[in-house]
């Protein structure tokens, strides 16, 4: 791609570079890349520009053109295209126009991958695709990272940990703490398919921190076991296959966004689900993402750790609804023991946000799993939900006995500076040359009154104020 994109005369003094041909003893000359190189930092920013510019040239009241337009500005990452149709014409039909207005600029789209054969017949040409690799028979490609089977359409995951001993991943030797960290980060899982699987080696991590041990010393014997309960389960996660498409039992007609959130002593968590029913009646419930998080070595009180979590899944949903083109019909949060009242409270059985924040020696990766399936309830219909709204008493003794006293405090702060005030202007009056007045404190109060509400009805006291002024 970077080789289609010519440099201004006048820029390429900045890509000049010396060859020699291979002959040491001769006098290099100097040469000028006239088209944009690897490994240049502003290669993939220019690259970007240019199809961009290129893609915005050829909108149009076209439907199809301008689908293909959207396309190539919202599901291209540099030189990869990574799209979804509702049907095998329109995905033939707006790839056909991609790949024109691609030509146009001297790029040429190739190397298709779908799950449908007919697609793959009408655009592959000479090249219809590149498989990756191969594993039980089934060709599997790599999408931005993710292992893909194209025949089944789901996402995989391969495990490779090229720089950690093989004794270490087949339990012969324990491993170091650089090794462990090593294991952590070979596994590749931006959408968090494995967060109730990788949160065990994240606490277990969490653990040798506290052991304040070097890089390559050995783990302390009574980690070692841990490390050995969850190594055992790297087995299942290579079999572990999710549908990429969310809606198998066809489009939905109402579509609901359900995020749950947990937090325990050493981790808190989020996830998400669609929960759909389609025109027959069907209902489907389909893993979208997940978030896990280690607790801080410091400790922190569950209440606040279940705080971090609320936050994490709110992130998480506004994410979920800024990168999906869907209609969602209800936005339901259920979020445990925050405190807020117009959440859903979920006990520990029911909240399958519980699973990524503990270790999990038996992790069920079945699709019809709790993980992958979402919680059996969702399946139902919401009449038969668990969980209540939370109903907070406001009758707190603690509580009122707080606000009189610092509501007082506040009072009598507010009217010594009004005191001050009316000093300063030389408004005193003889009766208060001592102490407050009950005309100072009643004064205070109405001052702290109105602070209250032109904060809690400002678009009241707005609105109010330009109708007086007309």
Same mark, same amino acid.
């Given at each position: 791609?970077?080789?289609?994109?010519?440099?201004?005369? $006048?820029?390429?003094?900045?890509? =000049?570079?010396?060859w020699r041909n291979g002959e040491s003893n001769r006098r290099p000359e100097v040469y000028e890349m006239s088209v944009?190189?690897?490994?240049?930092?502003?290669?993939?920013?220019?690259?970007?520009?240019?199809?961009?510019?290129?893609?915005?040239?050829?909108?149009?009241?076209?439907?199809?053109?301008?689908?293909?337009?959207?396309?190539? &500005? $919202?599901?291209?990452?540099?030189?990869?295209?990574?799209?979804?149709?509702?049907?095998?014409?329109?995905?033939?039909?707006?790839?056909?126009?991609?790949?024109? *207005?691609?030509?146009?600029?001297?790029?040429?789209?190739?190397?298709?991958?779908?799950?449908?054969?007919?697609?793959?017949?009408?655009?592959?040409?000479?090249?219809?695709? =590149?498989?990756?690799?191969?594993? $039980?028979?089934?060709?599997?490609?790599?999408?931005?990272? &993710?292992?893909?089977?194209?025949?089944?359409?789901?996402?995989?995951?391969?495990?490779?940990?090229?720089?950690?001993?093989?004794?270490?991943?087949?339990?012969?030797?324990?491993?170091?703490?650089?090794?462990?960290?090593?294991? *952590?980060?070979?596994i590749f899982d931006p959408l968090g398919f494995l967060c109730n699987f990788v949160v065990g080696a994240k606490v277990?991590?969490?653990?040798?921190?506290?052991?304040?041990?070097?890089?390559?010393?050995?783990?302390?014997?009574?980690?070692?076991?841990?490390?050995?309960?969850?190594?055992?389960?790297?087995?299942?996660?290579?079999?572990?296959?999710?549908?990429?498409?969310?809606?198998?039992?066809?489009?939905?007609?109402?579509?609901?966004?359900?995020?749950?959130?947990?937090?325990?002593?050493?981790?808190?968590?989020?996830?998400?689900?669609?929960?759909?029913?389609?025109?027959?009646?069907?209902?489907?419930?389909? &893993?979208?993402?997940?978030?896990?998080?280690?607790?801080? *070595?410091?400790?922190?009180?569950?209440? =606040?750790?279940?705080l971090q979590a609320a936050i994490l899944g709110s992130r998480l949903m506004n994410n979920i609804r800024k990168e999906?083109?869907?209609?969602?019909?209800?936005?339901? $949060?259920?979020?445990?023991?925050?405190?807020?009242?117009?959440?859903?409270?979920?006990?520990?059985?029911?909240?399958?946000?519980?699973?990524?924040?503990?270790?999990?020696?038996?992790?069920?990766?079945?699709?019809?799993?709790?993980?992958?399936?979402?919680?059996?309830?969702?399946?139902?219909?919401?009449?038969?939900?668990?969980?209540?709204?939370?109903?907070?008493?406001?009758?707190?003794?603690?509580?009122?006995?707080?606000?009189?006293?610092?509501?007082?405090? &506040?009072?009598?702060?507010?009217?010594?500076?009004?005191?001050?005030?009316?000093?300063?202007?030389?408004?005193?009056?003889?009766?208060?040359?001592?102490?407050?007045?009950?005309?100072? *404190?009643?004064?205070?109060?109405?001052?702290?009154?109105?602070?209250?509400?032109?904060?809690?009805?400002?678009?009241?006291?707005?609105?109010?104020?330009?109708?007086?002024?007309?």
């Open positions: 791609m970077f080789h289609q994109i010519l440099v201004q005369p $006048e820029d390429r003094c900045a890509q =000049r570079f010396l944009m190189t690897f490994d240049a930092a502003c290669s993939p920013c220019a690259a970007h520009y240019i199809k961009t510019v290129n893609a915005l040239e050829h909108r149009s009241g076209n439907k199809n053109v301008s689908r293909a337009v959207k396309s190539i &500005l $919202e599901h291209h990452y540099v030189d990869d295209m990574v799209d979804s149709f509702g049907s095998v014409e329109e995905a033939i039909t707006v790839l056909k126009m991609v790949r024109a *207005i691609h030509l146009k600029a001297g790029f040429e789209l190739r190397n298709f991958a779908s799950n449908s054969q007919k697609v793959m017949s009408e655009l592959g040409g000479k090249e219809i695709t =590149r498989a990756i690799s191969k594993k $039980e028979g089934v060709l599997v490609e790599k999408v931005l990272g &993710l292992f893909r089977q194209s025949s089944t359409d789901c996402f995989g995951f391969q495990l490779k940990f090229n720089k950690v001993d093989v004794a270490v991943i087949n339990g012969t030797r324990f491993p170091t703490k650089r090794e462990l960290l090593n294991v *952590i980060m070979s277990i991590m969490r653990d040798v921190w506290e052991h304040n041990i070097h890089w390559d010393e050995p783990l302390p014997s009574d980690i070692n076991d841990a490390w050995e309960r969850w190594r055992n389960q790297l087995t299942a996660v290579v079999k572990y296959t999710i549908p990429r498409f969310y809606f198998l039992k066809g489009m939905p007609k109402i579509l609901q966004l359900h995020v749950f959130v947990d937090a325990s002593e050493v981790a808190f968590a989020a996830v998400a689900y669609w929960r759909s029913e389609s025109f027959s009646g069907e209902i489907d419930v389909s &893993l979208i993402s997940a978030k896990s998080k280690c607790a801080p *070595i410091k400790p922190l009180t569950v209440p =606040r750790l279940e999906h083109s869907l209609d969602i019909s209800q936005i339901a $949060e259920i979020l445990t023991a925050t405190g807020a009242t117009q959440w859903k409270w979920l006990a520990t059985d029911s909240n399958v946000a519980d699973e990524a924040t503990r270790t999990n020696n038996r992790i069920d990766f079945r699709l019809t799993g709790r993980w992958t399936s979402g919680p059996a309830f969702l399946h139902q219909p919401e009449d038969h939900w668990p969980g209540s709204n939370i109903e907070l008493s406001t009758e707190d003794p603690l509580e009122e006995e707080l606000r009189h006293k610092y509501a007082s405090k &506040l009072v009598r702060a507010a009217a010594w500076v009004l005191r001050f005030i009316h000093v300063c202007r030389r408004r005193l009056q003889p009766e208060s040359r001592f102490g407050l007045t009950v005309g100072e *404190i009643e004064l205070a109060k109405k001052l702290l009154c109105r602070f209250v509400q032109k904060e809690a009805f400002t678009t009241e006291i707005q609105s109010w104020s330009k109708y007086c002024q007309q």
